[in-house]
């Protein structure tokens, strides 16, 4: 396939090129930053187009003739907490999706986030039950999350009046390239992130599967959230919920599962194929 993948020179972005292209693909790659130290910059499969993906004419053009789109473009976390995250990143999806609609590429995968929910960046950390799931209540208190939320409603928006679109919203959390990278010794600080992460490549593998998976297996709109299942730290899971969360309920069933963790990622699993691994 050739799969235009927006921010392929970010953090995220880089890995998830190296990926497609591991895999076979051909990467039209779009930033508005310029990078000639990434490891596909030579590859004769990958070429560089340096373009602002503000301006929807000029998002139009770079797509023509793509497959897919992986779209990674966007400011990774709230920054001053006003309003440029927020209001560049709802353009750049906005613009993103009218141009696959508008040139007929029907698979899209959004890089979401599960900061969607009330989690690191919010004033305070909220969760309603776990593990939590995509039918977990989205509840953001800060630019970027609400930006990443607004951009699941224009995903929402955009398959319903272009039905022949399918579009993944990947809700990734905290991209490193090993579970050590994770750890952090202050585990109070880190229960935003309910000590949680996903390995870079296992991420990436999210991201190629969302564009490539038969486009019978599902249609219209789907969030994943991509979690590992265990967690960045020493102490059992349920240890922490008790000390963190005491008053937040455990959905039945899952601690006799045996399932370690707070999120529940099968939906992945069940319509993607994904399965989290450590690569690294």
């Excluded at 990926?19 to 076979?24: H, P, R």
């Excluded at 959390?173 to 992460?197: C, E, I, K, N």
């Excluded at 999120?263 to 699993?269: H, N, R």
């Amino acid at each position: 396939m050739k799969i235009a993948i927006t921010g392929c020179n970010g953090g995220v972005g880089r890995r998830v090129v190296l990926w497609v292209l591991k895999e076979g693909h051909t990467v039209i790659g779009v930033d508005c930053v310029i990078a000639q130290d990434t490891d596909f910059f030579d590859n004769p499969a990958f070429s560089f187009h340096s373009v602002n993906l503000k301006d929807f004419d000029t998002t139009l053009k770079v797509f023509e003739g793509c497959d897919a789109i992986i779209q990674l473009a966007a400011f990774a976390q709230p920054m001053d907490y006003k309003t440029k995250v927020h209001n560049d990143n709802v353009v750049i999806t906005w613009n993103v999706l009218r141009a696959a609609a508008e040139l007929g590429i029907d698979r899209v995968a959004l890089a979401s986030s599960v900061n969607v929910l009330r989690g690191v960046y919010s004033t305070e950390p909220i969760f309603h039950y776990f593990p939590i799931d995509e039918n977990h209540p989205c509840e953001p208190d800060e630019p970027y999350g609400l930006s990443k939320l607004i951009a699941e409603m224009q995903a929402n928006t955009i398959v319903r009046r272009y039905p022949s679109m399918r579009v993944a919203s990947i809700r990734i959390h905290w991209f490193v390239p090993t579970r050590a990278r994770a750890y952090r010794q202050d585990y109070f600080r880190a229960r935003g992130d309910l000590w949680s992460y996903v390995q870079m490549d296992s991420a990436a593998d999210a991201f190629l599967r969302a564009v490539t998976v038969h486009m019978g297996h599902w249609t219209g709109h789907e969030t994943f959230f991509i979690a590992a299942p265990q967690l960045a730290a020493d102490e059992d899971w349920l240890e922490l919920k008790e000390k963190y969360f005491p008053d937040v309920p455990v959905k039945p069933g899952w601690v006799e599962s045996g399932t370690k963790g707070f999120f529940d990622c099968s939906k992945a699993e069940r319509l993607l194929g994904w399965v989290h691994t450590d690569y690294a």
